[in-house]
């Protein structure tokens, strides 16, 4: 059986946004590709107080404050890894390679052009992903959609998943969705089946979400990867199916009785936690979430909190 070896990784933030990459040196295990800061966890030793430690030795900084990102359990072959990813939010000195190593700060929109360990790329994806999902609910007209749509941009809402019958995902609705999102730099997702996201994703920027159906349908990536590509779970089946073919993200739920779906058996916060603890990718809670539910669902360990009432 194959040895997990504890290890706690920091997303250093600078004043701008930029964040902190370091070189592994060419000998080590996968040396030579980029990686975020960090060491293992020793015996009897906090998370905060390995974090402390290796990154003080490794970049000469004092780490003042964090908050927890995501958890990665890979598994190497030889060795499986757990990777126990906190945001360095509040830190004192000057970063500087103090092992020799390189150092740089990227924006984080750029993360993706480095080549990071396997393990470290679903870190990536978390670090552009916002901690809120809107999905969009009910609407009369398009006009009440965009007055709706536009109200949750204002308040800061910036990754929504539009989600109306596919009978009903019409050209112009799509167009006004995409322009208004495009207005806020928010990023726009479509509900749909593959079929149908080919047939209008080369006239936008847009993202795919897959029902459950729809994802445990695909035997394979069904987008580029360039594509933002999440799918709906409820179970640890559907979870590890979306692993398998490469979503980017998934929703988890319901986490809470819902209003949409109220005969829906609620999974409750400790089979979520569980649930998320053995996903490798970033998951949002889904269910009758509500603002003051994005706490626990962080402490939980998820991205944050995906809504429709709450902000439609």
């Given amino acids: 059986m194959s040895r997990v070896v504890h290890v706690a990784v920091g997303v250093i933030l600078s004043e701008n946004g930029s964040i902190l990459i370091a070189k592994r040196p060419d000998k080590t295990h996968q040396g030579g590709l ?12 906090s998370l905060f107080d390995a974090l402390k430690r290796e990154l003080s030795e490794e970049l000469a900084i ?51 052009q480095y080549e990071f360990p396997a393990a470290n790329r ?3 994806t978390a670090i552009n992903l916002p901690n809120r999902l809107l999905v969009t609910g009910e609407f009369q007209h398009s006009d009440e959609f965009v007055v709706r749509l536009e109200s949750a941009l204002k308040r800061g809402i910036n990754l929504v998943q539009l989600r109306v019958k596919e009978s009903e995902l019409s050209s112009s609705l799509i167009e006004r969705a995409a322009e208004l999102c495009g207005r ?28 459950s159906k729809n994802l ?19 179970n640890q089946l559907e ?16 986490v809470s009785v819902t209003v949409s779906h109220p005969q829906q058996t609620p999974m409750g916060w400790l089979e979520f936690g569980s649930l998320v ?21 962080i402490e939980k360990g998820a991205q944050g909190i995906a809504a429709i009432s709450e902000w439609w």
């Fill in 34 to 45: 980029w990686e975020f800061p960090g060491g293992k966890v020793e015996q009897n030793e």
């Fill in 62 to 112: 004092e780490v003042h404050a964090t908050e927890p990102l995501i958890k990665i359990r890979h598994d190497y072959g030889d060795k499986i890894v757990l990777l126990d990813v906190h945001k360095v939010t509040g830190f004192t000195g000057i970063a500087k390679g103090n092992e020799g190593q390189p150092i740089i700060w990227v924006a984080p929109a750029d993360l993706h």
């Fill in 122 to 124: 679903p870190i990536v």
């Fill in 184 to 211: 806020y730099a928010a990023t726009l997702l479509i509900n749909s089946s593959t079929e149908r996201f080919v047939e209008i994703k080369s006239s936008y920027r847009l993202g795919l979400h897959l029902s």
């Fill in 216 to 234: 445990l349908s695909c035997s394979h990536r069904p987008v580029e990867k360039d594509v933002l590509l999440s799918a709906a779970c409820h």
């Fill in 239 to 254: 979870i590890e199916h979306a692993q398998k073919i490469g979503v980017d993200f998934i929703c988890l739920s319901p």
């Fill in 277 to 297: 603890e053995k996903a490798t990718l970033p998951v949002f809670a889904l269910g009758g979430m509500k603002e003051s539910d994005l706490p626990t669902a």
